[in-house]
Antibody, heavy 117, light 107 residues
Framework: QVQLQESGPGLVKPSQSLSLTCTVS??????????WSWIRQHPGEGLEWIGY??????YYNPSLKSRVTISADTSKNQFSLKLSSVTVADTAVYYC??????????WGQGIQVTVSS | EIVLTQSPGTLSLSPGDRATLSCRAS???????LAWYQQKPGQAPRLLIY???TRATGIPDRFSGSGSGTDFSLTISRLEPEDFAVYYC????????FGGGTKVEIK
């Protein structure tokens, strides 16, 4: 079954950009039909959808839209998240996931990202 | 934006008890777009229910979902020790949204 693995720096300085990559195994992100998502979870809190890439189109949470870019590298079977101008409020566990138009069946294990100087 | 409100925030029950979790939407949601997830500490969420009432692959039949319109519920008929966790409902819109979660804890 499909597997997803997040990677990237665990520590980012305030005002810098956070960049994460999700490597997908046992599925092709170019095959279409799925929503390749980023979701985060602040410490002790609930889940917040960041955005997804569907075919080549991207959709973002309006609350983060001005700072978020999601892109895909089909040659590497990866998709990525870039969040600019981070603050301590962006400290969270970040998940990549594969979903349909109605649910999310596959999740990565999550990566802790801390924003601190 | 659809807001999902889950209640109660915490449910204190014993193994063998029946658990009923509520998810109320700020506007009508198609049953096709209502899902439930279970999350244990340090783990990613796991899909339990989609389409409001369809169990995901491998989910035991003690888990059931129901509801329509703005009111949905997740029922665990008899709690097993491994069921104590946090549960989230989710709908697929713009944006995709999650409820705030219900923690099912051991009484």
């Amino acid at each position: 079954q499909v597997q997803l693995q997040e990677s990237g720096p665990g520590l980012v300085k305030p005002s810098q950009s956070l960049s994460l990559t999700c490597t997908v195994s046992d599925d092709s992100i170019s095959s279409g039909g799925y929503y390749w998502s980023w979701i985060r979870q602040h410490p002790g809190e609930g889940l917040e959808w960041i955005g997804y890439i569907y075919y080549s189109a991207t959709y973002y949470n309006p609350s983060l839209k001005s700072r978020v870019t999601i892109s895909a590298d089909t040659s590497k079977n990866q998709f990525s998240l870039k969040l600019s101008s981070v603050t301590v409020a962006d400290t969270a566990v970040y998940y990549c996931a594969r979903g349909t138009d109605s649910f999310i069946a596959y999740w990565g294990q999550g990566i802790q990202v801390t924003v601190s100087s | 934006e659809i807001v999902l409100t889950q209640s109660p925030g915490t449910l204190s029950l014993s193994p063998g008890d029946r658990a009923t979790l509520s998810c109320r939407a700020s506007e009508s949601v198609s049953i096709n777009f209502l899902a439930w997830y279970q999350q244990k500490p340090g783990q990613a969420p796991r899909l339990l229910i989609y389409g409001a009432s369809t169990r995901a692959t491998g989910i035991p039949d003690r888990f059931s979902g129901s509801g329509s319109g703005t009111d949905f519920s997740l029922t665990i008929s008899r709690l097993e020790p491994e069921d104590f966790a946090v549960y989230y409902c989710q709908t697929f819109g713009s944006p995709l949204t999650f409820g705030g979660g219900t923690k099912v804890e051991i009484k």
